[in-house]
């Protein structure tokens, strides 16, 4: 069974276009994340949301949304996309918010986002 | 700014040696670590966690943590090719009434046959 499951895989699009990626988690955690990952792999995180409450909101251009309808899904969308959004990015889950201790983050397999 | 440092590599090291793999951190307070291992085109998988000072092993990997030192590292021992990969170093840094993991750039290893 997918723990974390992101949709598409690959996305490839033209410069000004608008796309959403979608995420869902199986696990019954109440947190999941999303993260970019440049072309230098570096791994960071975006937004975070705790039972459909935003926690977490990084310096990240107003053109990304996040929006989870329930526990269970969050996705991203991203208007007027530029070439600089190119990347891979990342859903992940964890069982609370993240202040415990042994919060552990489980990824999902990412959707690699080229922006032409 | 909360920061995490690792040496991008490459690491590489013969077959059945341990490879070694460091990381630093910026904020004393900080009381959660893990590693992670991204295989190229994959996602990164959590491999170990580490809470308190000292060493804690989990079959060929052993994690270590120096919290004076701000300072966490990974030993692999008995290296494989199939652990050659990305290497993620992640620590909790608490804000508020949440936690966020900031993540290393990554070292990549190169386990030689």
């Known amino acids: 069974d997918t723990a974390v499951s992101q949709t598409p895989k690959y996305l490839v699009t033209q410069m000004g276009n608008d796309k959403s990626i979608k995420c869902e988690q199986n696990?019954?955690?109440?947190?999941m994340y999303w993260y970019k990952q440049d072309s230098k792999k570096f791994l960071k995180i975006m937004f975070s949301?705790?039972?459909?409450?935003?926690?977490i909101n990084e310096t990240v251009p107003n053109r990304f949304s996040p929006k989870s309808p329930d526990k269970a899904h969050l996705n991203l969308h991203i208007n007027s996309l530029e070439l600089g959004d190119s990347a891979v990015y990342f859903c992940?889950?964890?069982?609370?918010?993240?202040?415990?201790?042994?919060?552990?983050?489980?990824f999902g397999p990412g959707t690699r986002l080229t922006v032409l | 700014q909360k920061e995490v440092e690792q040496n991008s590599g490459p690491l590489s090291v013969p077959e059945g040696a341990i490879a070694s793999l460091n990381c630093t951190y910026s904020?004393?307070?900080?009381?959660?670590f893990f590693w992670y291992r991204q295989y190229s085109g994959k996602s990164p998988e959590l491999i170990m966690s580490?809470?308190?000072?000292g060493d804690k092993e989990d079959g060929r990997f052993t994690a270590q943590l120096n919290k004076a030192s701000q300072y966490v590292s990974l030993l692999i021992r008995d290296s494989q090719p199939s652990d050659s990969a990305t290497y993620l170093c992640?620590?909790?840094?608490?804000?508020?009434?949440?936690?966020?993991?900031?993540f290393g750039q990554g070292t990549t290893l190169q386990v030689k046959p």
């Open positions: 992940a889950s964890s069982q609370d918010k993240g202040r415990a201790p042994y919060n552990e983050q489980f």
């Open positions: 696990l019954g955690h109440d947190t």
């Open positions: 949301y705790n039972n459909k409450e935003l926690i």
């Open positions: 904020d004393r307070g900080s009381q959660s």
């Open positions: 580490i809470y308190s000072n």
């Open positions: 992640a620590v909790k840094f608490l804000s508020g009434n949440t936690g966020k993991l900031i």
